[in-house]
Each structure stands twice: as C-alpha cells, then as structure tokens.
C-alpha cells in the first residue's frame, strides 16, 4: 500500500552509495545475492535461531531493494533482471513460512500455512493475469518503479516486510499471523479484482 513513497524514499536514501559503490556491479548478481541470507534466515528459523533469522531476513529485503535501484541509476535495466528478481523474491517469501510450520510442526500452523499460501496463489493470479492485460492495452504509468504493472493494494512489499519480520519476532503466534496475513492477502486479490471489473469492461 506504502511501497511506491516508500521506495522513492529508499531510492533517495541509497542512490549516492549505488552511484559509488557499485557502478561496475550486475544488478542481476545483486538478486541472486540476496537469495543467500534469505535462505539461511529460513535455515536460522529451523534451529529457532529467531533474531539471527531476523537479521537475515531484513538483510535480504536490503540487497533487493538496491538491485533495481542499481539497475535505474547505472542505465542496466532489463526485463529478465526484473523477471529474474520478482522470482527469487517469491523463492524466499515461500521458504520461511514452510521453516516455521517445520520447526514447530502442528496442525494449527500447517492449515494457517495452507490458508497463507493459497492467498498468495489468488493474489498472484489477480495481478500477474492483471498486469498482462494493462499492459496489452498500453495502460502505462510512465513513472512506475518495477518491472510490471498492477494496482496498488493493501499487503505489497512494505507490509510484507513487516508481516514476516513479526514471524521472527512472535514464532509462538505465526499460525495466527499467517491467518491474518493470509486474509489480508485476499482482500488485496480483491481490489485488484474490484480495479479490473471497473477499468477492463
């Protein structure tokens, strides 16, 4: 909901160290680097290694909130770095749920994370096939920052950051989160359905 002021905050913030530091960096190497502590944050869940997994998980939404900034500042944008970066995200945002249902297995937990993960089929659903039709009809926003098209929602990056640091922060209560999450998740499937039906008759 926050993502689009938020990331031109970040972008900000960032672009005089990405202007300095990484000039001769592929933003592509950046994505597949910063799969590495968002795997090990899932691996540090398995051990109930809860703050170093924490760590890890912010440290890998930090290295992918710079690789497009990157991409942007040095002129290196391309539609396989932001395809190859929205599916290394999607490797992470499934692997940490399923290391906490692992960790503390219980029929709580693996129903909220079934409930969880069918809310992020539908919403993927809702603004992958969304996107793909926009983008037919040449609905652009010139001054979009990611790779696709889609209306804003209510759950996207920012407040998914923040849903998933509470997992590390509250392990005792993610079948709750995860209901919570989940149902928030469909209700952002929702309004961009909601947004189809009124501009795409």
Known sequence: ???????RYKDRLLQPLVERFLAETSPNHLSVLAVAPGI??????????????????????TLDGVDGLAARVHGKTSDWGGYLDLHLDFVVY?????AFVWATPSLA???????????????TLSWTL???????????????LTTVEMPTGLIEGAETVIFYSLFFLMPGLVHLLF??????????????????WRNLR
Do not use: C
């Open 179 to 196: 209901w919570i999450m989940g149902m928030l998740v469909f209700f952002t499937a929702g309004q961009r359905i909601w947004w189809a």
């Open 1 to 7: 909901m926050k993502d689009a002021p938020l990331r």
């Open 94 to 98: 499934l692997l940490v749920p399923v």
């Open 109 to 123: 937990n693996i129903w909220a994370l079934i409930f969880l993960f069918a809310s992020f089929q539908i919403n």
């Open 40 to 61: 090990l944050a899932a691996v540090a869940v398995l051990y109930e290694w809860y703050w170093v997994g924490l760590i890890l998980w912010l440290l890998n939404r």
């Open 130 to 144: 969304l996107s793909a039709i926009v983008e037919k009809r040449r609905q652009h926003d010139t001054a979009r």
